[in-house]
């Protein structure tokens, strides 16, 4: 069975917000074995909207749209709707109680825009939003497929996906299982991955669907499955990626959800050792990546984002004189920046980043992504330059990941 999901909103259009709708709708969908054919934005316009429920509701038998049902003239999603389906709004009093109630608690006043939140189209069924003012709406098609309107509020569809329309979906469909599968890798390329494991690859049954999914020093393997029995479609892609174990095992990760960063936090919090952090061009990322995981508090000491070669020098205990000699940018000021986190914290271990991020600053002997970065350890420290890239964003994130491998493979 396919769906297709359709954003609709301007402001998608014009990259003024980031559509996280379309990918929450998706990995629900997906769980309950609904296959997505298409995600589409589309702008504020009626005949926009009418071209393209059209031509989802011919290809996908689930189509699932989200935004344009605010109590504003520009909203015009449910007006639309109401065309398409040959029907007239008419006021609900259980909706409209609710909105007035729910107003009230906010210190709204209830005008004659918010009364038309709960103006809907009679042939719909009206999927109740206990968490928002704009109720979904569920519509059957005549050819036995459905088309689901929910609110563009990210929390308020959420909660109408579970809460409604999943629940719905199931009882009105026998579905087909789908499984997928991800298991991570680090430290390899992804083409030199791929010929390391061709083998394998070639050996995957025809149901099973390999995608290379790379991230900075990250592959991502995912196996997927379509239409299947789930148990043993899943019993059959653990076996795969247990024969992969016996190819690249010292390079896997583990599962999705999994990281390198996941992995130094459970073995510091094992062996009861700490860690101190020093970034430079990396500016706080390193420290993020593990304050994001609850429990760091056990293991993670502080850091200290010197930026400038003033905070280098007076804070971290850089020796001024290796600056001029050799630039911030050095091996040298590296591994005094690691060593003096260490010092000053007391950890057991720390990391340090320096480097150009550019857009500027770069030059020929240091080219904007040149990055040096350090590791501090009981058994001494040693340092490491990359070139993470030319992109701004892409050099700060590569170089973080590349520091965090460096302390997994010193500690793993």
């Known amino acids: ?56 509701m011919q290809s996908s038998e689930v189509v699932i749209i989200t935004g344009g049902l605010g109590p504003t003239k520009d909203d015009i999603t449910k007006h639309t709707l109401a065309q ?48 928002g003012t704009a109720p979904g709406m569920w519509f059957d098609t005549p050819e036995g497929g459905v088309v689901v309107s929910l609110p563009g509020v990210p929390f308020e569809m959420e909660h109408l996906m579970e809460d409604e329309v999943i629940p719905r979906l199931k009882e009105r469909y026998t579905l087909q299982s789908i499984v997928h599968s991800t298991l991570i890798t680090r430290g390899i390329p992804e083409s030199i991955l791929a010929e390391r494991i061709s083998s394998w690859e070639d050996a995957l049954p025809d149901y099973l669907h390999l995608a290379y999914l790379p991230a900075p020093n990250v592959v991502r393997l995912r196996l997927s499955a379509y239409d299947v029995e789930k148990e ?39 062996r009861g050792k700490s860690l101190a952090i020093a970034e430079s061009c990396t500016g706080g990322m390193i420290a993020s990546k593990f304050t994001a995981m609850a ?23 850089v020796n001024r004189d290796d600056i001029e000699c050799f630039g911030a940018v050095s091996e040298v000021v590296a591994l005094e920046m690691a060593e003096g986190v260490r010092r000053i914290t007391g950890a057991d271990y720390a990391i ?57 493979e010193e500690i793993k």
């Open 1 to 56: 069975m396919k769906a297709t999901i359709v954003t609709i909103g301007d402001e998608i259009l014009i990259g003024q917000i980031v559509d996280t709708n379309s990918v929450s709708i998706a990995k629900k969908l997906n769980n309950i074995g609904i296959t997505i054919a298409e995600k589409l934005s589309i702008g504020d316009s009626k005949e926009a909207i009418i071209s393209t429920l059209q031509r989802a």
């Open 84 to 131: 398409m389906f040959n029907s007239q709004l008419i006021y609900n009093d259980t909706e409209g109680e609710h909105v007035r109630a729910l107003l009230a608690r906010r210190g709204i006043e209830f005008t004659e825009l918010n009364r038309g939140q709960a103006m809907l189209p009679e042939c719909c069924t009206v999927l109740h939003n206990a968490h």
């Open 232 to 270: 043993q479609a899943s019993r059959e892609i653990e076996s795969r990626f247990n024969d992969l174990r016996k190819i690249i095992g010292d390079n896997i990760v583990g599962y999705e959800g999994s990281s390198v960063e996941a992995q130094i936090h459970d073995i510091l919090i094992k």
């Open 295 to 317: 429990g760091a508090s056990n293991y993670l000491l502080g850091g200290v984002v010197a930026y400038s070669n003033d905070i280098k020098c007076n804070i971290l205990g």
């Open 352 to 408: 340090a980043t320096t480097g150009i991020a550019g857009p500027g600053g770069g030059s020929k002997h240091k080219p904007v992504g040149t990055v040096w970065m350090a590791i501090a350890t009981p058994n001494g420290s040693r340092a490491m330059m990359r070139n993470s890239g030319t992109d701004r964003g892409q050099i700060i994130s590569r170089a973080s990941a590349y520091a965090i491998e460096m302390l997994y």
